[in-house]
């Protein structure tokens, strides 16, 4: 049941509404709400982020929003402390003070006058780490929550850590957000702009530097993890994911696990809200979740409790490619649980090949620029930045290849793998790609893992290889639905290196392989659609003027002189006036990782951002830039921040740090 389009309600925007909070400090809320909701109040729906209602978010958020409070609820779009338009200062991620806020503000809205006293909690990637978070705290008006591209585990499944092993998106996220909360508030909606900037500027902190700083999963990470007690959580939740994003393995460990009515959603999107995804099928985002919302904040009965828990996109196996406008496929849908239920194949290796009896003695060395072809961890620049054809890994790793399928084979879940190894030396990675290998050849990496060898039994307490010595490990891939044709074959692929999506041990490293096996959830294979979406729909685009045309690429290149070989991304994200408020922003990023193929000690990664911003004759800009290397003992960071009005440097700032490496 959805409202009929006769019966939608006029609204108004607010663009600018100040929430205090106890100690003083006011937040910036923009707000969409029916213009009779103080005579007819409506349920609140809070969507609480660090990135800029008035631009960062603003072309989203008009697709979104205005939809929902056209049909009865108070859209309400909160700048978290310290940035945008909002006073005070931004610590870290995921703070004690961001969950009180947040706590804060719910309380607030149910209090008003035009609000039913019922709060819903929307949100993609931070906003859908923290709709978690906060629906562990229990307020009393949160009722339910969407959740997007989130996370349970902040230590094992966000851009910090994968296996044990650091990811460098915990460099690349941490230089975004150097930059994102290095720009200042609206001009024309805080007269105290400068100020409030130049107090933000000399009190933004370099979080690469505190996140380096709890390498194992200690009680930082442990703060937030809503895996630390998942009955914790009792608001309705709607988890959506997608198998172009990182974040593959929340919403099948949600609907597992939460004791809160649960239901998952996974598409084959990058990191994308799924009425305005890629790759396509989009789907009607909206309409499902006001389904969720007028069940759960209005009481109607819509049914959401009946839809199946699972709802999972099953891809059919194409060829590598940097970037899918759409996948073929269709949805599956498990009417109890995900994925645990499903029955698992067994596969051996050996010297001979996957799944075919005898010994395994295998030797791993990888060069150190395996890992090429790896892709974004997180796709959400809508770049090139898909896996590539693996046969560039695949022959820099050990390779273990199935025989050609005699019917397609619909893989739906966690593959899991187990090994019995040796090292060399105390400290060594192990990743492990399953990959779809096409007749001509051509190699699709279908899911992957890592794992950080000394974290093989404790992420909280790791514990040095004795060389030589065999040692049994398991390692879970991230979760998938992908259909591999009859005719084409698997391919285990293992490496001992996975350059730049982690950094590299302080050692070159061999691994000795004598046994192993991998386990694959195969589905009965699903013949047509078992569930269909109503189709995308969203409100207005936000009306914009094009000053500079965005345009992203990636390239790879080898200096033959000194055999050194560097990932280069470039992201420009264009310059645009709003042309209903005036506020011209814009910016670029660009990222470069580099590291000789004989040398962990030379990875390096270097990321500069630059922000703009225009309002009437203020010309605001910043550029941050930030580097990390290593040697055998610690990590070397160095970063800057320069800010300028009207081209003058009002602030500046360098960073140095030195972090001791613990097992990494």
């Not at 994925?339 to 996957?354: A, D, P, Q, R, V």
């Not at 040398?599 to 225009?614: F, H, I, K, N, Y």
């Amino acid at each position: 049941m959805t409202p009929a389009a006769n019966s939608l309600r006029d609204i108004e925007d607010l663009p600018d509404m100040g929430i205090k909070m106890s100690d003083g400090c006011r937040l910036s809320a923009r707000m969409w709400m029916p213009l009779d909701a103080k005579k007819d109040p409506v349920p609140a729906i809070l969507e609480y982020l660090p990135y800029r209602k008035r631009d960062g978010t603003a072309t989203r958020d008009a697709l979104t929003h205005p939809w929902f409070a056209k049909r009865g609820y108070a859209c309400v779009r909160v700048d978290m402390r310290g940035n945008g338009d909002s006073e005070g200062f931004m610590e870290d991620e995921y703070t004690q003070q961001e969950l009180d806020d947040a706590v804060e503000v719910i309380d607030w809205l149910a209090r008003q006058p035009w609000c039913n006293g019922s709060v819903g909690m929307m949100g993609i990637s931070w906003g859908g780490f923290n709709a978690l978070q906060v629906a562990a705290m229990q307020p009393d008006a949160l009722k339910a929550i969407i959740t997007l591209c989130s996370t349970a585990d902040r230590y094992a499944d966000d851009i910090h850590y994968k296996g044990g092993c650091l990811l460098n998106e915990n460099l690349g996220w941490g230089a975004t957000m150097w930059s994102y909360s290095s720009r200042a508030p609206d001009p024309a909606l805080r007269k105290d702009w400068r100020e409030i900037w130049e107090k933000r500027l000399e009190a933004e902190p370099f979080l690469p530097s505190v996140w380096l700083r709890h390498q194992t999963r200690d009680d930082y990470w442990r703060h937030g993890s809503v895996c630390e007690d998942f009955n914790a959580i009792s608001a309705a939740t709607l988890a959506i994911g997608g198998w172009g994003d990182s974040y593959k393995n929340t919403v099948p460990l949600l609907v597992e696990r939460l004791a809160a009515v649960t239901k998952g959603i996974v598409g084959p999107w990058v990191h994308k809200y799924p009425h305005f995804a890629v790759p396509e099928p989009r789907i009607g985002f909206l309409q499902e979740a006001l389904r969720w919302w007028e069940r759960w904040l209005k009481g109607i009965e819509t049914g959401v409790e009946n839809d199946p828990d699972y709802r999972a996109y099953l891809m059919d196996g194409v060829r590598p490619a940097r970037w899918y406008p759409e996948r073929p496929g269709r949805w599956i849908a498990e009417s109890n649980g995900t994925t645990s239920h499903i029955t698992h194949l067994k596969m051996t290796l050996s010297n001979l090949g996957l799944d075919k009896t005898g010994p395994l003695d295998q030797r791993v060395s990888s060069p150190q620029h395996c890992g090429m072809e790896s892709g974004e961890f997180c796709a959400i620049w809508l770049g090139p930045d898909m896996p590539g054809d693996q046969r560039a890994d695949d022959a820099l790793s050990v390779c273990f290849d199935g025989p050609g399928l005699t019917e397609d084979l619909d893989i739906v879940g966690a593959p899991r793998v187990r090994l019995s190894l040796s090292s060399d030396k105390p400290q060594a990675q192990v990743v492990v790609r399953l990959n779809h290998v096409h007749p001509d050849g051509a190699s699709a990496r279908i899911t992957y893992g890592v794992l950080n060898l000394t974290h093989r039994n404790d992420h909280a307490r790791p514990k040095a290889l004795a060389p030589g010595q065999t040692y049994e490990v398991t390692l879970d891939l991230d979760h998938i639905a992908y259909r591999v044709p009859k005719g084409h074959s698997l391919r285990v692929a293992i490496s001992n290196a996975y350059w730049p999506l982690i950094w590299p041990s302080p050692e070159v490293t061999e691994l000795h392989l004598s046994d192993g096996d991998i386990t694959i959830p195969v589905r009965p294979t699903a013949e047509t659609d078992e569930w269909l979406f109503a189709p995308a729909e969203s409100d207005a685009e936000r009306k914009l003027t094009t000053l500079r045309t965005a345009t992203n690429s990636r390239r790879i290149e080898t200096d033959m002189n000194t055999g050194l070989l560097r990932l280069t991304i470039e992201d420009d994200f264009g310059l645009a006036r709003d042309d209903e408020h005036g506020l011209i922003s814009g910016g670029s990023a660009s990222e470069s990782w580099s590291i000789h193929p004989d040398d962990p000690l030379s990875a390096r990664g270097e990321c500069t951002w630059v922000q703009e911003m225009v309002r009437g004759d203020v010309n605001l800009r910043t550029q941050t830039n930030c580097e990390m290397w290593s040697d055998r003992s610690d990590f070397h960071l160095r970063a800057s921040i320069m800010a300028y009005e009207n081209g003058k440097v009002i602030h500046s700032r360098q960073i140095e740090d030195t972090i001791p490496r613990e097992q990494v």
